[in-house]
């Protein structure tokens, strides 16, 4: 079977991949709409934190408000009217799928010991 610091590993690297291909994907979005819309009426903005807009604040409400962080916003300008847009990626690979699936695929008896390029 696989060892368990190999098995790490390779958790560990699907997951900065798919989060490293998930910002890509999130700021290509951002770019097309960047590019494309006219910057006289539009503006485009990707991974803003938005504030919560509180009218009274009491003790500690900052820490109670989860945060809010948006993936593309788009203001028009002109008449005031705002789009946000939550981008989803999902895994460009078939064979990639969830963490559980990569896992049991790993540990099956008839991947162990192939090498990536074998299968």
């Known amino acids: 079977s696989l060892g368990y610091y190999n098995l790490l ?3 560990q690297f699907y997951y900065a991949t798919t989060w490293w291909l998930y910002k ?7 770019g097309f709409y960047g590019t494309v819309l006219p910057k006289q ?3 485009v903005r990707a991974g803003k934190k938005l504030s919560w807009q509180i009218d009274g604040e009491s003790s500690n409400i900052e820490n109670i408000l989860p945060n809010m962080k948006t993936d593309i916003i788009i203001d028009n300008i002109q008449v005031a009217h705002r789009t946000v847009i939550d ?3 999902t895994s460009i690979s078939p064979k990639a799928g969830s963490v559980a699936t990569m896992i049991k695929r790993a540990s ?6 192939k090498h990536s390029q074998d299968s």
């Open 24 to 30: 890509l994907f999130e700021k290509g979005i951002a």
């Open 41 to 43: 009426r539009w503006r």
């Open 87 to 89: 981008t989803k990626f």
């Open 108 to 113: 099956s008896p008839q991947t162990i010991g």
């Open 9 to 11: 590993e390779a958790v």
